[in-house]
């Protein structure tokens, strides 16, 4: 069996840039852009709503990439967007959010439903960012759950771009 699957009507749409690791599971509603990478353990499913992933994005060792379905809670579900250019670290879980352009996911972070990272936003490593949280580009964030620590320097800034 592929590690690439079809679930429903969805096929995964992946460029031929993109490198995913034999372990990794990328099933149903994606779409990963160009010069991606998908390493080893990694489960990207799009199942019951979509996944977007875009450009020279990486997403690490051990990351679960999910959505949410339609309910009382989230009407009409929650879909899974990330930008391009971010790399998202070892065992990240990323629950029907959105990252933006130009961002850093930190190893063990938990992203929860209707979350927002802003472009050039930083979050450092174990943090969990609360339902529906917007953490503003251009700072570092930390914690359980995550709060806003300092305005990132010119050289962080350098190294997200």
């Given amino acids: 069996m592929s590690n690439v699957r079809r679930f429903e009507a969805f096929t995964p749409q992946i460029d031929d840039s993109v490198f995913v690791d034999a372990s990794a599971v990328v099933t149903g509603d994606v779409v990963i852009g160009a010069d991606s990478s998908v390493w080893p353990l990694v489960s990207i499913r799009g199942d019951i709503h ?20 339609d309910s009382e809670y989230a009407p009409g ?8 250019d971010v790399t998202v670290g070892h065992s990240v879980v990323l629950h029907a959010c959105t990252v ?4 850093l996911i930190g190893m063990g972070s938990v992203l929860l439903d209707g979350a927002v ?9 174990g943090s969990l960012v609360p339902p529906n949280k917007v953490l503003e580009g251009g700072y570092m964030w930390l914690g359980s759950p995550v709060k806003r620590v300092r305005e990132l320097t010119d050289k962080e800034k350098g190294f997200l771009a």
């Fill in 50 to 69: 979509r996944i977007r992933i875009g450009a020279r994005t990486n997403i690490q060792d051990g990351c679960v990439l999910h959505v949410t379905h």
């Fill in 77 to 84: 579900g929650n879909s899974l967007s990330v930008g391009d």
């Fill in 100 to 103: 933006e352009n130009l961002c």
């Fill in 117 to 125: 990272v802003q472009s050039g936003a930083m979050v450092g490593a």
